[in-house]
């Protein structure tokens, strides 16, 4: 179990699996049939990390063994999501960090 505060010092306590991280993935990308299956993964991984609040991910690396894929396998999906507009690249001002958003279209 994990418990988190807010900025009022109110306690969260998420049980179970839910306290490595959640995420919602929209049905419109998983029922587009221009992305292939692993793009898809790709996207609900990013997901994954929206619903503990981070803003961070973790490396390309730590992506690709989580996944089973190749640097070049990773590249390859993202291509896809940002051709279709759910994922959007921006370079971190303050160094070579990539710092991916991922679109809700309709919402955002």
Do not use: Q, W
């Amino acid at each position: 179990m994990v418990e988190k505060k807010d900025r009022n010092g109110d306690v969260l306590m998420i049980p179970g699996i839910l306290s490595e991280g959640y995420g919602i993935v929209p049905r419109r990308v998983m029922a587009d049939r221009d992305i292939c299956p692993m793009a898809k993964v790709l996207y609900s991984y990013f997901c994954s990390f929206a619903g503990e609040g981070s803003d961070r991910l973790p490396e390309m690396e730590k992506i690709c063994r989580d996944l089973g894929i190749s640097r070049k396998a990773f590249r390859r999906y993202l291509k896809e999501l940002v051709k279709k507009d759910y994922i959007r690249l921006k370079h971190r001002i303050e160094g070579k960090t990539m710092v991916y958003e991922i679109v809700i279209k309709g919402v955002v």
